[in-house]
C-alpha cells in the first residue's frame, strides 16, 4: 500500500485567514477558517490594508489550529502549500511567507497553488467519483470563467467577464438596495420573498464570444430601475439606496414601485433571475459544444441557491450530471488549496524559497 500524503495547506488571498491539513487530497483532516467579513463590514467591502493586518495576527494561530485539530504535528506533513495568487498583494504576501517559513524550518517542499484551481479541486472533496475532463463555471466575487477542466493540473478557458465578476454584481445590488455587504448571501436570502419575473432587466451578452459575460448593463439597470422607482415618489433618487453597513430598517416587502406593487425582494429576485439565467445558458452551450456531460460550479456564488436549482434543472433536461461543493468549501478555505495542492505535488511542482505573491497570477502559469 502507497504512503498516505499529508498537506499543510494555507489561503489567505481575500479576507479569511484558513488553513487544513489534507490526506491524499480528497480527505480533509481540519479545516480551520477565521472570517474577516465582520471587520469589513464597516467599510462595506474589503479593506486590503486591514486584510493584511488581520492576516498577520491571526496566521500562526490558524495555522496550529489546523494542525491541532488533524492531530499532526510538522514531522508528519509530506509538504506545505500556499495560494500565491491571484488575489491581493498584502494579503497573499502573508500565507506565502508563513508557509515559506515552514518549508524551510520544517525541511519541506513547498507547493504554490492558483487561488481559481484551488476552487476547482473543492468539487473533488466531496464527490470522490468526479475526475477529469469536465466543465466548470468559477463564479467568486473576483472571477467568472468557463473553465475546461482537461486533467488536475490543465485548464482551458473558454469565457471569462469584461467586466464586473459574478459576486461583485451581488455585492454591488446588495449595497443599491440597503442590504450592505457580504451583498450575496443576503441577495439570495431577500430574492426567496421575491417574484423572479417582477421586473424584466436585460441578459448580458458580449457579441462574438459566445461564452464571455458582461454584468455592467445589468447592474447600470438595476441601479436606474431603483433611482426612477425613487424619483417617481419623489425622492432623490441618486442617495437614498446606498448602505454600506445595510439599513437597519430592511424590510424585503417595502414597496418600490407602490403604483406596480414591486418589493426590494422582487427587485433583488429579477436581478438575481437575470445573473443566474446568464450563468446557466452559458455554461450548457458550452458543455453541448465541447461534448461534456459532467457540469462543476465552484467558488462563493457557486452556493447561491437560484444559481443551484437552475444549473440543476438544466443539467438533468440535458442529460448532465452537476456538482458543486458544500457552501463552506465554494467560499474561501484552506482544504481546497490542499486537495489541488496534492494532485500538483504529485506531478512534480515544487516551488523554491524565492515563491513570491502573485496578484496577477493566470490560471495554468506556472509562477517559477
Ligand atoms: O469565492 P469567494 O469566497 O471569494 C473570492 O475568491 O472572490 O466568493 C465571494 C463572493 C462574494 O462576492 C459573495 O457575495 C458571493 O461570493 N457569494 C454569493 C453567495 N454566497 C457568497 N453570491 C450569491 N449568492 C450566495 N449565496
Ligand atoms: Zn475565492
Given at each position: ?17 484558513a ?20 471587520l ?22 490558524v ?5 491541532d485539530?488533524a ?26 511567507a ?32 468526479l ?21 488536475y ?40 420573498e ?35 422607482c ?7 433618487g ?11 430598517d ?10 406596480e ?30 461534448g ?5 460550479m ?18 438533468e ?7 458543486y ?18 494532485y ?7 516551488h ?12 495554468g502559469?506556472?509562477?517559477?
Open positions: 500500500m502507497e504512503k498516505d500524503v499529508l498537506i499543510l495547506s494555507i489561503e489567505s488571498s481575500c479576507d479569511e485567514t488553513a487544513s491539513v489534507t490526506k491524499n487530497g480528497r480527505e480533509p483532516l481540519s479545516n480551520i477558517i477565521y472570517s474577516q467579513i465582520d469589513h463590514t464597516l467599510y462595506g467591502g474589503v479593506v486590503p490594508e486591514i486584510a493584511s493586518r488581520k492576516h498577520i495576527e491571526k496566521i500562526n494561530r495555522v496550529q489550529a489546523a494542525l485539530e492531530s499532526v504535528g510538522l514531522k508528519d506533513l509530506d509538504a506545505v502549500a500556499v495560494t500565491y495568487g491571484p488575489g491581493l498583494v498584502g494579503a497573499l504576501l502573508v500565507g506565502v508563513e508557509a515559506k517559513a515552514i518549508s524551510y524550518a520544517a525541511g519541506l517542499p513547498l507547493v504554490g497553488v492558483h487561488h481559481i484551481e484551488g476552487h476547482i479541486a473543492a468539487n473533488y472533496v466531496e464527490h470522490k467519483d475526475e477529469p475532463p469536465f466543465l466548470c463555471l468559477v463564479v467568486s466575487g473576483g472571477h467568472t470563467h468557463l473553465v475546461i477542466v482537461r486533467d493540473d490543465k485548464f482551458e478557458i473558454i469565457g471569462r467577464t469584461h467586466d464586473d465578476a459574478a459576486g461583485e454584481a451581488f455585492d454591488k445590488i446588495a449595497r443599491a438596495v440597503g442590504l450592505g455587504y457580504p451583498g450575496g448571501p443576503k441577495v439570495d436570502k431577500c430574492a426567496k421575491g417574484r423572479p419575473d417582477a421586473v424584466t432587466f436585460p441578459r448580458g451578452h458580449v457579441a462574438g464570444s459566445p461564452y464571455d459575460f458582461s454584468f455592467s448593463g445589468l447592474k447600470s439597470a438595476v441601479l436606474n430601475y431603483l433611482n426612477s425613487r424619483m417617481k415618489q419623489g425622492l432623490d441618486s442617495t437614498v439606496y446606498s448602505s454600506k453597513t445595510g439599513r437597519e430592511f424590510d424585503p416587502h417595502e414597496l418600490i414601485d407602490p403604483e406593487g414591486i418589493t426590494v425582494a422582487d427587485v433583488t429576485a429579477s436581478f438575481q433571475a437575470a445573473v443566474v439565467d446568464v450563468l446557466v445558458s452559458h455554461t450548457i452551450e458550452a458543455a453541448k459544444e465541447y461534456f456531460d459532467k457540469v462543476a465552484a467558488g462563493g456564488v457557486a452556493s447561491n441557491s437560484a444559481l443551484r436549482a437552475g444549473m440543476k434543472e438544466a443539467c433536461k440535458n442529460g448532465m450530471k452537476l456538482y461543493p458544500s457552501p463552506v468549501l465554494c467560499t474561501d478555505n484552506a482544504v481546497m488549496i490542499g486537495c489541488a495542492a496534492y500538483e505535488y504529485m506531478s512534480g511542482t515544487r523554491g524559497l524565492d515563491l513570491n505573491a502573485m496578484p496577477n497570477l493566470k490560471l502559469e506556472r509562477g517559477f
